[in-house]
């Protein structure tokens, strides 16, 4: 798990590992191996896909994992939304409000079943039977929780449920990215929703943006990196979505500080193939 620890030893804060089908490791056992070669780095799934892990089983896996990295673990968990990984599955790929359904009565008993309740519970999409959670998990009453969310009632139940609010575009009803929700404005929006939801509870939250691409303008980047950085800054600039990191050093401190004493946004998880361009800005925002 070299990745794991140059991670660490570049300064990121955790490793976040996707839940999907296809080529990537499976995310409990890549997890597990993260944990083993670090001691500081948080691990974490974005998100678990709530449609394809029993609230029981979840809670189960949570609470080792928080327990063999010695509290180090971050639950993330998102309704699903992927749709080749339905059709893997033999899914049926319902409609958002009915997974959203599930997730929101899943949270509650995941959330019980950490704090040690036994549980007993019949829903219209669970039932337990006096389930219990042991050991627990070293974080009490549960490991932090991450929820994503694009559209207003996925918002307001992470500003609900979660300590970790990651921002994200929405998604239409057939699993693709609405492209007009992508701007730094409807970004500002979503900020808006979740802390009206969240009223006293909202000084405590983390709100993360999620970053599908990213690169830096010189800081010691190779030269071919560099130029394609440039020019994709300059795209990004005329596209003004804060989903993408493009420019120097001092640009991307100031745009990140700017927006976060406007917003909130104190948090951003990028994606692996930008981990070494952007340790940079990593270490200077640590030293604000």
Do not use: C
Not at 45 to 58: E, G, I
Not at 184 to 203: N, P, S
């Amino acid at each position: 798990m070299a990745t794991a620890r140059r991670a660490e030893d570049v300064g990121y804060q955790a490793l976040l590992v996707p839940d999907h089908l296809g080529r990537q490791l499976s995310p409990i056992a890549a997890l597990s191996a993260a944990a083993a070669v670090t001691s500081r780095l948080r691990i974490g799934a974005y998100v678990f896909a709530n449609d394809f892990r029993h609230p029981l089983m979840l809670a189960r896996e949570a609470a080792t994992l928080d327990l063999l990295s010695n509290g180090r673990f971050e639950l993330g968990l998102g309704a699903g939304w992927r749709t080749d990984d339905y059709r893997q599955l033999g899914y049926d790929y319902a409609r958002p409000g009915r997974r959203i359904d599930r997730l929101e009565e899943a949270i509650g008993l995941v959330k019980r079943l950490l704090a040690g309740e036994r549980v007993t519970h019949a829903g219209p999409h669970y039932r337990l039977d006096r389930a219990v959670v042991a050991p627990r998990p070293v974080q009490r009453p549960h490991p932090p929780i991450i929820m994503g969310g694009g559209g207003p009632r996925m918002l307001r139940l992470a500003a609900r449920e979660a300590d970790i609010v990651g921002l994200i575009p929405q998604f239409s009803p057939r699993g693709r990215p609405i492209l007009t929700d992508v701007t730094e404005a409807a970004a500002e929006r979503k900020v808006t929703i979740v802390r009206k939801a969240a009223g006293d509870r909202f000084d405590r939250l983390v709100l993360d943006l999620f970053i599908a691409d990213a690169g830096m303008v010189g800081s010691g980047q190779p030269l071919p990196q560099s130029l394609a950085a440039a020019g994709k800054g300059a795209v990004t600039g005329l596209i003004g979505s804060p989903y993408v990191l493009y420019g120097t050093l001092a640009q991307l401190r100031d745009r990140l500080e700017q927006r976060r004493a406007r917003t909130g946004i104190s948090a951003y998880s990028i994606p692996q193939g930008a981990m070494e361009a952007m340790a940079p800005l990593v270490n200077a925002l640590a030293e604000r």
